[in-house]
């Protein structure tokens, strides 16, 4: 019997759909890049408030050994908080999934607990837990846990009632439902949750050494500014800015080898195909 | 509940002095939602003889849908028995296959692992079904197609690996559920002469929900047509044309008056207004 066409797959799409994908943001950048370089160097704003581009590399080459230790640590502070987000995140999203009394006994909490503003609680964690890793690690997970907890729900709740019906007529229990089902169903979500996840866990430790540190890139930020030394401030932030790429880029790959199957098929759908 | 046509006893209908396979004696279901009493199902009883194929067809609501998930144990009746092969279903029936209008395969396996979903589950070994289940895709069409994903293929396709799945176990009754419902006309006068084919070989007890008169006659020994909400079966035809059917089948004064029968039918309910 015939069968009906298939639908091409993305690996078999002209050069050209991908490569505009990355030539476009980085032409922009380049441009915007051009742009500051051309006004700082034509001498229109004070080198104290912004210096011109050139510079602020030629600081962070001179500077690489100080920002690289720097780095380390703010590296290790949202490295730790994020997993720690992760950690209790995922099991917590699961649970309210499963459990009507979790759910209206954490839900409410949980919410209230995302409007606290956390810059503000913490200096509480610093009093709580001292100046060093472990407060920021705290304030990076509080700040990064609630979109991991929030898409854990959502993803597990996305599955079909048709497919949990099939399930149930295979035979299977509630954990095969979780394991052949919802939790890979869910798992696009997740990785939603993580990226959002990873940039604020970034936030959350520099929060943590604005508020009180005596090592990492926020605590240079804070030193480097009180000395009016604004190249190295932009240094910092452009090393935290490339730690943050970095850490995102990471998730991304996970993604792509974890969800296959769902990466491909939204490329297919953003370049005009699918069914 | 009327007999229309007298039921032709011939070697063509072995099934006819079958005993009862699935019995479903006075059946009800009543949905209780904001404190309102919906009646889906009213008082349905119906019978299928083991490799009978009866299909039900009715309008949209009427409660069809409700009695196939009560016969697969996936939804409780609220009054009323279903029982399958002298048993009173009271948990999902699994020694059945399953197929929905929504294929629900799973996105993130391959079509081959979507055929072996129905083993893992159930927890046989896989080694045993592989070739059996390559042969089931060979047979619907899909060789070449074993390792491609579900977003890669079109509604049919992926309506045909549903098929696939819901055989794999040798099942003794098949449920389907609209199943052709989304898919284009050609594709599913395809898909009416595959099932066929498929139903031939080993002639499976099959309950068939549909909405097309036409289908319904066509595939069928028996059609039971039911009532708008609350569904009730308001008359069964025996159809009594020879198989295989071929599609001209349609343009037989036979066909035509079981097909007017049906339409009659639909507007006495006031389904159908030619005026």
């Known amino acids: ?275 | 509940m009327t007999y229309v046509a007298a039921r032709a006893v011939s070697g063509e209908h072995a099934a006819a002095q079958a005993p009862d396979f699935v019995r479903i004696t006075n059946v009800e279901k009543i949905y209780k939602t904001r404190g309102r009493a919906l009646k889906a199902v009213d008082r349905i009883s119906l019978d299928l003889r083991e490799g009978e194929f009866v299909s039900i067809v009715g309008p949209s609501g009427c409660g069809k849908s409700t009695l196939m998930m009560m016969v697969a144990g996936l939804v409780p009746v609220s009054s009323g028995e279903i029982s399958i092969k002298g048993e009173t279903v009271r948990k999902p029936y699994t020694d059945a296959g399953v197929i929905f209008q929504r294929d629900a395969l799973l996105e993130w396996r391959t079509v081959l692992n979507n055929v072996l979903l129905q083993i893992d589950v159930r927890g046989l070994a896989r080694s045993k079904y592989e070739a059996a289940a390559r042969a089931l895709l060979a047979r619907v069409g899909l060789t070449g197609f074993e390792n491609s994903y579900p977003w890669e293929l079109s509604g049919g396709m992926r309506q045909r690996v549903a098929l696939c799945r819901g055989l794999i176990h040798d099942p003794k009754l098949l449920l389907m559920d609209e199943p052709f419902g989304a898919l284009d006309a050609l594709t599913r006068e395809q898909m009416n002469l595959d099932l066929q084919r498929i139903w031939l070989e080993n002639r499976k007890t099959m309950l068939f929900i549909t909405h097309s008169i036409w289908e319904a006659i066509f595939l069928a020994d028996r059609v039971a047509v039911m009532s708008p909400r609350p569904g009730r079966i308001a008359t069964m035809i025996d159809i009594d044309l020879p198989r295989p059917r071929r599609i001209s089948v349609r343009e037989s004064n036979q066909f035509g008056s079981y097909a007017t029968l049906i339409r009659e039918q639909f507007q006495a309910f006031g389904l159908l207004n030619e005026d």
């Open chain 1, 1 to 275: 019997m015939p069968a009906d066409s298939a639908v091409p797959r993305a690996d078999r799409l002209p050069w050209t759909a991908h490569v505009t994908t990355y030539l476009y943001p980085t032409l922009v950048t380049l441009v915007l890049f051009a742009a500051w370089e051309a006004v700082t160097r034509a001498g229109m704003v004070s080198s104290l408030i912004l210096p011109s581009l050139s510079s602020i590399l030629q600081t962070a080459v001179v500077k690489f050994p100080l920002l690289m230790q720097m780095s380390a640590i703010t590296a290790t502070e949202f490295l730790l908080g994020f997993g720690l987000s992760v950690a209790v995140g995922l099991p917590l999203g699961a649970l309210i999934v499963y459990s009507r009394p979790l759910e209206t006994a954490f839900y409410p909490i949980l919410v209230a607990f995302q409007i606290v503003p956390k810059a503000a609680v913490a200096p509480i964690f610093i009093v709580w837990l001292g100046t060093g890793l472990s407060s920021k690690v705290l304030i990076a997970f509080a700040i990064a846990f609630f979109p991991v907890v929030i898409d854990t729900v959502v993803g597990l709740r996305s599955a079909q009632p048709e497919t949990i019906h099939l399930l149930h007529s295979m035979g299977g229990n509630q954990f095969q439902v979780f394991w052949y089902v919802r939790f890979p169903n869910a798992l696009p979500a997740i990785f939603g949750g993580l990226k959002v996840a990873s940039t604020l866990a970034v936030v959350g430790a520099i929060v943590g050494e604005f508020v009180s540190a005596e090592k990492g890139l926020g605590y240079l930020v804070l030193v480097a500014n009180g000395e009016l030394d604004t190249r190295l401030v932009f240094a910092c932030v452009l090393m935290l800015t490339l730690l943050g790429i970095i850490f995102y880029f990471i998730i991304e790959i996970i993604e792509k080898i974890v969800v296959r199957w769902h990466v491909s098929a939204r490329q297919l759908e953003a370049l005009g195909g699918g069914s």
